[in-house]
T-cell receptor, first 118, second 111 residues
Framework: GAVVSQHPSRVICKSGTSVKIECRSL??????MFWYRQFPKQSLMLMAT?????????EQGVEKDKFLINHASLTLSTLTVTSAHPEDSSFYIC??????????????FGPGTRLTVL | DAKTTQPTSMDCAEGRAANLPCNHS???????VYWYRQIHSQGPQYIIH???NNETNEMASLIITEDRKSSTLILPHATLRDTAVYYC????????????FGDGTTLTVKP
């Protein structure tokens, strides 16, 4: 299957700072990327959907000015958590959907990034 | 996208088949059934998907009822490494489709 990577895998930052998380599709071109957040013992919650070259579409209740998403190329999307606070501590997971026909139905997930805000 | 209902948890003996049910009574005609699993502190892993026919791959089998209102994921010979949260998702197979996760089923495979 196709591979999606995330960097960093873990990050600890101070309250008020900004953190950038990268999501890359390693062996396919991703026309659509998704960002999810998962709190302990809870399910994944979709935050936003981004298409290459377009502005991201945010789910209801997700602040677009706080969670900046950039999908500048077919292999890279970034999520920046601006002015992070302890309540933003969570497991952030990206997902990518491919352009090629045999990958088009499938959504591949990255390994996740554990963010801890002190 | 239609919602799904899954049991909160299930146990299975190692080596036996694990049958995980999912109800999706409001599924639309163009929505597919997808199954993913998430092992602790990892990203979800794709397992299998189908529209209306039963499907099988190297990981599992997917049985979809004729009215498509429910499905069952079958792991034929469960191992301890299959312990995970299993998510059943229904979504369209277009650019507009997005995977919305419910609470899933926590499968525990016991020795």
């Amino acid at each position: 299957g196709a591979v999606v990577s995330q960097h960093p895998s873990r990050v600890i930052c101070k309250s008020g700072t900004s953190v950038k998380i990268e999501c890359r599709s390693l062996d396919f071109q991703a026309t659509t990327m998704f960002w999810y957040r998962q709190f302990p013992k809870q399910s994944l919650m979709l935050m936003a959907t981004s298409n290459e070259g377009s502005k991201a579409t945010y789910e209801q209740g997700v602040e677009k000015d706080k969670f900046l998403i950039n999908h500048a190329s077919l292999t890279l999307s970034t999520l920046t958590v601006t002015s992070a606070h302890p309540e933003d501590s969570s497991f952030y997971i990206c997902s990518a959907r491919g352009r090629l026909a045999h990958l088009y139905n499938e959504q591949f997930f990255g390994p996740g990034t554990r963010l801890t805000v002190l | 996208d239609a919602k799904t209902t899954q049991p909160t948890s299930m146990d299975c003996a190692e080596g036996r088949a694990a049958n995980l049910p999912c109800n999706h009574s409001t599924i639309s005609g163009n929505e597919y059934v997808y199954w993913y699993r998430q092992i602790h502190s990892q990203g979800p892993q794709y397992i299998i998907h189908g529209l209306k026919n039963n499907e099988t791959n190297e990981m599992a089998s997917l049985i979809i009822t004729e009215d498509r209102k429910s499905s069952t994921l079958i792991l034929p010979h469960a191992t301890l490494r299959d312990t995970a949260v299993y998510y059943c998702i229904v979504r369209v197979n277009t650019n507009a489709g997005k995977s919305t996760f419910g609470d899933g089923t926590t499968l525990t495979v016991k020795p």
